[in-house]
């Protein structure tokens, strides 16, 4: 519209009697006026979609020292990460440059101390333990949801713990015991990115040391709370001469996030120990004492066994399995534990749970299980894994398997197709293992 009106001022300008010199001071000084009218509006219509800048100042609860770096994520609706900064050190400023919308701020710090953070960045992936054995770092976490429009915006976000403090102090262990593990399950094998517990049914492997006091302790460690209504603990001792035994104890409670809990086990009944750590920062510890060694399961016999006769029954738990198939070859089981894993990376995912026998189905295996396990079986199953709190099978979700080296995957339905995996999928994961009839 200004270009018009300006030739329209040209062509007056050319039938005026104003001088040369006077009619082009005339014309710049026009233009200069439209352009300038013209950024004023473009400027006016476009400062709606203008970034904002959220400042954050990020906090612990009962102000204990946060451990840096210290990430920050912005979620969309979808989960969609819209902007995000790590903060190396105290001091730095904080700041999420966002378009007006709603939006989930997350904060996660402590993490160098054995976590893995997803590589792809969204709400529902997972951080994960790198090791069994938990973390040597407290990993803090704090989310707030937010506004951003067209105003100055600032958040506050308190930090708190994500994990429980595990604390173990053994009394009265023999002498001539070795070796000390002590292992506790269920327990969460990961959190979400936006703060969501999920792989249930993990367990948690630690280490004893024989303190200068004749008490078998392990050293602090950091793990995901329990994830059933009660916690097992297994206890296996190593002699000197390489004989096992292991011992099992039912807590009824678990492990809870930002709280202590601290174990005391007494082998032969006598005056129980380290029931009274206190560790700074954390809510009201959950203190456990229990005796042992009463009842000893002699060998590496789980104390997940659910049959004790010679029979072993189709759908049973046995020997940290689920009985799958029994015939003149063996015994075929599938694992108790359930994990996430995209098909690109089942390589690495098989390299570190892949020990002791236990391997992803092959095609023959994949179709036994989808036969063994339909319908009235399956929900039969799944009370069971559930009543031992154990992660159910989903019937809704697809499992991987190996087809002649090709990663493929079927379901738990009688209409399940057995179809090569896609690779923007997560699907799940169950392991097998044979033990031979020899055994």
């Known amino acids: 519209m200004e270009i018009m009106n300006l030739k329209k001022l040209l062509s007056t300008l050319k039938n005026s009697n104003m001088s040369k010199k006077g009619a082009q001071t005339f014309i710049i000084v026009s233009f200069l006026c439209l352009l300038v009218s013209s950024c004023q509006k473009i400027s006016e219509e476009t400062i709606g979609q203008e970034s904002q800048i959220l400042k ?13 770096p210290l990430y920050l994520y912005a979620f969309d609706k979808e989960g969609t990460c819209s902007a995000s900064q790590t903060v190396q050190q105290a001091g730095d400023t904080i700041g999420l440059k966002l378009t007006s ?36 770092t407290p990993m803090m976490m704090g989310k707030a949801d937010v506004k951003v429009d067209n105003k100055p915006i600032s958040l506050n976000i308190t930090l708190s713990y994500a994990v429980s403090s595990i604390s173990i102090a053994l009394n009265g262990i023999p002498n001539d015991v070795s070796g000390v593990q002590f292992t506790l399950s269920p327990m969460y094998g990961s959190v979400t990115m936006n703060g969501e517990y999920g792989q249930e049914a993990k367990k948690i492997e630690i280490p004893c040391q024989m303190a200068t006091d004749s008490i078998w302790r392990a050293n602090t460690i950091y793990t995901f709370p329990g994830s059933g209504n009660e916690t097992v603990f297994s206890i296996l001792l190593t002699s000197k001469d390489g004989k096992q035994a292991t011992y099992a104890y039912t807590y009824k409670g678990k492990p809870e996030a930002n709280h202590p809990f601290n174990i005391s086990g007494n082998y032969s009944g006598g005056v129980m120990v380290g029931s009274d750590f206190i560790i700074d920062g954390w809510d009201t510890s959950i203190d456990v004492e229990f005796d042992f060694g009463t009842s000893p399961t002699q060998g590496n016999t789980s104390d997940n066994n659910s049959n004790t006769d010679e029979t072993i029954e189709v759908g049973s738990i046995w020997n940290n399995g689920i009985v799958v198939e029994t015939n003149e070859e063996g015994i075929l089981l599938m694992s108790l534990e359930e994990w996430g894993c995209y098909a690109g990376d089942l390589a690495e995912f098989l390299e570190e749970y892949s020990t002791n026998g236990w391997l992803l189905p092959n095609e023959t295996q994949a179709r036994t299980l989808n036969a063994t396990f339909q319908n009235e079986a399956l929900d039969t199953l799944n009370e069971l894994l559930e009543a031992e709190a154990y992660t159910p099978i989903n019937i809704d979700k697809r499992y991987l398997y190996d087809q002649d080296g090709e990663v493929y995957a079927f379901g738990f339905k009688s209409s399940s197709k057995f179809q090569e995996a896609g690779t923007q999928t997560k699907y799940r994961v169950r392991l097998v293992k044979i033990i031979s009839s020899n055994n």
Do not use: F, W
């Open 56 to 68: 954050v100042k990020a906090r612990s609860a009962e102000n204990i020292q946060i451990e840096y």
């Open 101 to 136: 919308g709603e939006y989930r701020i997350v904060a996660i710090a402590g993490v160098k101390g054995g976590y893995v953070l997803p590589q792809k960045v969204h709400a529902l992936e997972e951080i994960v333990l790198q090791s069994t054995q938990g973390a040597t």
